[in-house]
């Protein structure tokens, strides 16, 4: 790796030194393409994050793609419930790698206010890997950029090499999870334990 | 706007043998609904929406209410020989009043500007399915609410076009607004859990909960 | 990638032979497709099942459920007081009229009176919702027309401007939780009314900027004379309420009809259609827009002082008469009502929403037969949906 000082000097210069893996995960995380999958209120505060106060297209996420083939990015904006969490798991299976989730909202997050429901999913975590949460009811659109924000953090600072690597570059790890089945009373599974362990409570 | 009496009296003259009461309704604005047995209930709707004088022709809010056996107790004084003495004794005598289904109708005219009348449907009791009369032949507005009222409670209404469940998916078994319904246990971390959800908890993590 | 193995599911689409009057002979296909839950118009996760033939609607099957959040169980099990914030869930959009018309519920249902600054109050939060509920519907339609974006930054730009005030008087800008039984939650300011009369008197520029921008555009003249048209008397049969029903002609307006609140003391004059398809209804709430503009006025020149809320009045141990009310307030999507059940004890014994959008949605059948299928997302568009609403 080369010197900072060295390379600040060079860069006054002009001359720009980077490493394949810099350049590689500074083009990924400056051009996240959101999937529009607004389920319920927050997606009201993601449209606002995207309209022209809080404009989230500086940040690489203007074209919000309908079609799940073409996007990286779920904001799973709104209350997942069990009707609807299949479809939520199929939309992620059909993206292509690499591929985020970021559950916005308490009821994405956990079940949020709905928490005592026999419809409600406490969690899309339950099912899917999520790798940012933003806590709020809704949350405002400026925790929707500084959630960006923080998976652009995340995507620069990937190894591309080693055991951690993304998902696209490990044939190992599985990319796509098993859908849900509606059962007679609850979905079947309930959760998915790859993705998801109930949280052990120590007192 | 009639009172519910006078639209009784009228019913009970239009609509040969039928059985209509006027509940009370303690509630200071609130209205008292007309509560007729399932038989008739078709004939007076109809009387009520095709009526000149009251034209009851949209039909805003139809609900279903769950109401399970309750057990009314009663002080009654009653005289008993204790030791050896003519009493009067207060005993309670508990009475098993039968749980029922009821679907709640509340009618508004939008030709004559009033409104509202209640009108109720009560089923003979709570099995599932139970069956009462449908009311969408007369306002097509009851369509999708009546679906509900089938999918959340279980009164099977007769004569409706399309019966068949709507918020819930097809397969789905139980009614889940009855007051006996028990929600499935998907138990998740409650940071500091008390009551019901505290025993909730001892099931899913045995040792390491302190109550 | 490790693909899993998932168990065979119809297709996303079906394909069955078409056939003639009679039922007999096949003489063509056809389609049966699932605009389903995810799709990217903006009106939440709404599924129809559509027959096509060809491009035309034969059948149309909507499928509701998918955002389904057992309000009412939860409405049963805590306090009156605990459900307001649910309120504000459930048409997301306009949390201000949601709590009002539970509000008026509770009030009718426990007999609490409303003190005159909190009626003026209430008006004025209430038009100000239905403001930017017809703004960004508009918006929203012009985008299920296919103009991406650019009808919706302008509306969204006037809807930040009320969610500003909305934000400074009760703390949030979608989810308000601000009416209360017997009043509002906390008083407005000066500095707040001098705002609020600010952006109304300019919003009478922008709605003539909105409406020369889009009504006289030839596109959506032809993509909405004449389609998904509503005839009068089946909108009255299928108790379609709000701006979807008076374009059909029906003069049925709850704040003329119930005069709840302190309506009857303002003059606005409640706008009808002649046809009763789409353009009428997109019209109707420019024209309603108008109206509102004037409410608003009114209102904020005469709003009294006074307290906002009776301090004896009990909010957290409510505890009702058993009884039962109905109350319903004119929403921006329709005729919003709460039936409550009480049996004395601290929470409703049956909590009971009437959700206009639900009920909205009965003739969608009807209005889309005949039509397109790029139609029917127009038509879906005017019926102005929200999911919260619909499903609860």
């Given at each position: 790796?080369?010197?900072?000082?060295?390379?600040?000097?060079?860069?006054?210069?002009?001359?720009y030194?980077?490493?394949?893996?810099?350049?590689?995960?500074?083009?990924?995380?400056?051009?996240?393409?959101?999937?529009?999958?607004?389920?319920?209120?927050?997606?009201?505060?993601?449209?606002?994050a995207?309209?022209?106060?809080?404009?989230?297209?500086?940040?690489?996420?203007?074209?919000?793609?309908?079609?799940?083939?073409?996007?990286?990015?779920?904001i799973?904006?709104?209350?997942?419930?069990?009707?609807?969490?299949?479809?939520?798991?199929?939309?992620?299976?059909?993206?292509?790698?690499?591929?985020?989730?970021?559950?916005?909202?308490?009821c994405?997050?956990?079940?949020?206010?709905?928490?005592?429901?026999?419809?409600?999913?406490?969690?899309?975590?339950?099912?899917?890997?999520?790798?940012?949460?933003?806590?709020?009811c809704?949350?405002?659109?400026?925790?929707?950029?500084?959630?960006?924000?923080?998976?652009?953090?995340?995507?620069?600072?990937?190894?591309?090499?080693?055991?951690?690597?993304?998902?696209?570059?490990?044939?190992?790890?599985?990319?796509?999870?098993?859908?849900?089945?509606?059962?007679?009373?609850?979905?079947?599974?309930?959760?998915?334990?790859?993705v998801?362990?109930?949280?052990?409570?120590?007192? | 706007?009639?009172?519910?009496?006078?639209?009784?009296?009228?019913?009970?003259?239009?609509?040969?043998?039928?059985?209509?009461?006027?509940?009370?309704?303690?509630?200071p604005?609130?209205?008292?609904?007309?509560?007729?047995?399932?038989?008739?209930?078709?004939?007076?709707?109809?009387?009520?929406?095709?009526?000149?004088?009251?034209?009851?022709?949209y039909?805003?809010?139809?609900?279903?209410?769950?109401?399970?056996?309750?057990?009314?107790?009663?002080?009654?004084?009653?005289?008993k020989?204790?030791?050896?003495?003519?009493?009067e004794?207060?005993?309670?005598?508990?009475?098993?009043?039968?749980?029922?289904?009821?679907?709640?109708?509340?009618?508004?005219?939008m030709?004559?500007?009033?409104?509202?009348?209640?009108?109720?449907?009560?089923?003979?009791?709570?099995?599932?399915?139970?069956?009462?009369?449908?009311?969408?032949?007369?306002?097509?507005?009851?369509?999708?609410?009546?679906?509900?009222?089938?999918?959340?409670?279980?009164?099977?209404?007769?004569?409706?076009?399309?019966?068949?469940?709507?918020?819930?998916?097809?397969?789905?078994?139980?009614?889940?607004?009855?007051?006996?319904?028990?929600?499935?246990?998907?138990?998740?971390?409650?940071?500091?859990?008390?009551?019901?959800?505290?025993?909730?908890?001892?099931?899913?993590?045995?040792?390491?909960?302190?109550a | 990638?490790?693909?899993?193995?998932?168990?065979p599911?119809?297709?996303?689409?079906?394909?069955?032979?078409?056939?003639?009057?009679?039922?007999?002979?096949?003489?063509?296909?056809?389609?049966?497709?699932?605009?389903g839950?995810?799709h990217?118009?903006?009106?939440?996760?709404?599924?129809?099942?559509?027959?096509?033939?060809?491009?035309k609607?034969?059948?149309?099957?909507?499928?509701?459920?998918?955002?389904?959040?057992?309000?009412?169980?939860?409405?049963?099990?805590?306090?009156?007081?605990?459900?307001?914030p649910?309120?504000?869930?459930?048409?997301?959009?306009?949390?201000?009229?949601?709590?009002?018309?539970?509000?008026?519920?509770?009030?009718?249902?426990?007999?609490?009176?409303?003190p005159?600054?909190?009626?003026?109050?209430?008006?004025?939060?209430?038009?100000?919702?239905?403001?930017?509920?017809?703004?960004?519907?508009?918006?929203f339609?012009?985008?299920?027309?296919?103009?991406?974006?650019?009808?919706?930054?302008?509306?969204?730009?006037?809807?930040?401007?009320?969610?500003?005030?909305?934000?400074?008087?009760?703390?949030?800008?979608?989810?308000?939780?601000?009416?209360?039984?017997?009043?509002?939650?906390?008083?407005?300011?000066a500095?707040?009314?001098?705002?609020?009369?600010?952006?109304?008197?300019?919003?009478?520029?922008?709605?003539?900027?909105?409406?020369?921008?889009?009504?006289?555009?030839?596109?959506?003249?032809?993509?909405?004379?004449?389609?998904?048209?509503?005839?009068?008397?089946?909108?009255?049969?299928?108790?379609?309420?709000?701006?979807?029903?008076?374009?059909?002609?029906?003069?049925?307006?709850?704040?003329?009809?119930?005069?709840?609140?302190?309506?009857?003391?303002?003059?606005?004059?409640?706008?009808?259609g002649?046809?009763?398809?789409?353009?009428?209804?997109?019209?109707?709430?420019?024209?309603?827009?108008?109206?509102?503009?004037?409410?608003?006025?009114?209102?904020?020149?005469?709003?009294?002082?006074?307290?906002?809320?009776?301090?004896?009045?009990?909010?957290?141990?409510?505890?009702?008469?058993?009884?039962?009310?109905?109350?319903r307030?004119?929403?921006?999507?329709?005729?919003?009502?709460?039936?409550?059940?009480?049996?004395?004890?601290?929470?409703?014994?049956?909590?009971?929403?009437?959700?206009?959008?639900?009920?909205?949605?009965?003739?969608?059948?009807?209005?889309?037969?005949?039509?397109?299928?790029?139609?029917?997302?127009?038509?879906?568009?005017?019926?102005?949906?929200?999911?919260?609403?619909?499903?609860?």
């Amino acid at each position: 790796m080369i010197d900072e000082g060295l390379r600040n000097e060079l860069q006054k210069q002009g001359v720009y030194t980077t490493t394949l893996e810099e350049l590689y995960n500074w083009g990924r995380a400056n051009s996240v393409w959101p999937l529009t999958f607004g389920l319920a209120c927050c997606a009201i505060e993601m449209m606002a994050a995207s309209m022209a106060r809080f404009d989230l297209a500086r940040f690489g996420a203007e074209v919000f793609r309908p079609s799940p083939r073409q996007a990286d990015l779920m904001i799973v904006a709104g209350t997942v419930t069990k009707k609807m969490a299949p479809l939520v798991v199929r939309l992620y299976n059909q993206m292509p790698e690499p591929k985020y989730v970021i559950a916005m909202g308490a009821c994405a997050i956990s079940g949020g206010p709905f928490k005592q429901g026999y419809n409600v999913l406490k969690g899309i975590d339950r099912y899917l890997p999520v790798d940012v949460a933003i806590p709020g009811c809704p949350p405002r659109p400026e925790a929707l950029i500084h959630a960006i924000m923080t998976l652009q953090e995340k995507i620069r600072h990937q190894k591309l090499t080693g055991p951690d690597r993304p998902r696209h570059l490990n044939a190992a790890v599985p990319g796509e999870f098993p859908v849900p089945a509606y059962g007679e009373h609850d979905l079947e599974p309930p959760n998915n334990p790859a993705v998801w362990q109930p949280p052990v409570i120590k007192r | 706007m009639e009172t519910p009496e006078q639209i009784k009296a009228r019913l009970e003259a239009a609509v040969p043998e039928i059985r209509v009461e006027v509940l009370p309704n303690d509630c200071p604005a609130g209205e008292r609904s007309l509560l007729v047995d399932i038989a008739h209930v078709f004939a007076a709707a109809k009387f009520l929406r095709d009526d000149p004088q009251l034209r009851l022709d949209y039909c805003s809010n139809v609900s279903g209410v769950d109401w399970p056996d309750l057990e009314i107790a009663t002080k009654t004084k009653v005289k008993k020989v204790v030791d050896g003495v003519e009493k009067e004794v207060e005993e309670v005598m508990k009475t098993l009043r039968p749980g029922f289904l009821e679907a709640v109708y509340h009618l508004y005219s939008m030709e004559l500007k009033q409104g509202p009348v209640v009108l109720r449907q009560r089923t003979a009791n709570r099995d599932p399915e139970a069956p009462a009369v449908s009311l969408t032949p007369l306002w097509r507005g009851a369509e999708l609410q009546e679906r509900e009222v089938y999918d959340l409670y279980g009164i099977r209404l007769e004569g409706h076009p399309d019966l068949r469940r709507i918020l819930m998916w097809d397969g789905f078994k139980g009614f889940p607004m009855r007051k006996d319904y028990v929600a499935p246990d998907d138990f998740e971390y409650e940071p500091t859990p008390h009551d019901e959800v505290l025993e909730l908890a001892k099931k899913h993590y045995p040792p390491e909960v302190k109550a | 990638m490790n693909p899993v193995a998932e168990p065979p599911r119809r297709p996303s689409y079906e394909i069955r032979p078409k056939t003639d009057e009679a039922g007999g002979e096949s003489i063509g296909e056809l389609l049966e497709i699932s605009m389903g839950p995810h799709h990217p118009s903006t009106h939440g996760v709404f599924r129809m099942d559509v027959v096509l033939d060809g491009e035309k609607v034969v059948k149309l099957k909507p499928v509701f459920g998918y955002l389904h959040r057992n309000h009412e169980k939860i409405g049963e099990n805590i306090s009156y007081l605990a459900s307001m914030p649910y309120t504000d869930r459930l048409d997301y959009f306009c949390s201000m009229t949601n709590n009002w018309a539970y509000a008026l519920s509770v009030e009718k249902l426990a007999g609490l009176a409303v003190p005159e600054r909190a009626e003026y109050i209430r008006v004025i939060m209430a038009e100000l919702t239905r403001l930017q509920n017809h703004t960004c519907l508009i918006g929203f339609f012009a985008q299920d027309m296919g103009a991406l974006g650019t009808p919706m930054m302008y509306a969204f730009r006037e809807r930040e401007k009320i969610l500003d005030l909305f934000e400074s008087v009760s703390g949030a800008r979608m989810m308000c939780n601000y009416m209360r039984f017997g009043g509002v939650r906390c008083d407005v300011t000066a500095e707040w009314l001098a705002q609020a009369k600010q952006l109304t008197d300019g919003y009478g520029k922008f709605l003539d900027e909105f409406e020369a921008l889009l009504a006289q555009n030839e596109i959506i003249l032809a993509r909405t004379q004449g389609i998904g048209v509503l005839p009068r008397e089946l909108a009255i049969s299928a108790a379609i309420t709000g701006p979807m029903l008076r374009a059909s002609g029906v003069d049925y307006d709850l704040r003329k009809v119930d005069k709840y609140g302190i309506y009857s003391r303002f003059d606005f004059k409640v706008p009808l259609g002649a046809q009763g398809d789409v353009y009428d209804r997109y019209m109707i709430r420019v024209l309603e827009m108008r109206e509102c503009v004037k409410i608003l006025q009114a209102a904020l020149r005469d709003i009294p002082s006074g307290p906002v809320m009776d301090p004896k009045a009990k909010l957290r141990g409510l505890r009702p008469k058993a009884g039962e009310a109905y109350g319903r307030v004119e929403a921006p999507k329709g005729e919003l009502g709460f039936y409550l059940i009480s049996d004395g004890s601290t929470n409703p014994y049956r909590y009971r929403v009437r959700p206009p959008s639900f009920i909205n949605l009965t003739i969608l059948e009807d209005m889309c037969l005949g039509h397109r299928i790029a139609d029917a997302v127009v038509i879906l568009g005017s019926v102005d949906i929200v999911l919260g609403e619909v499903d609860r």
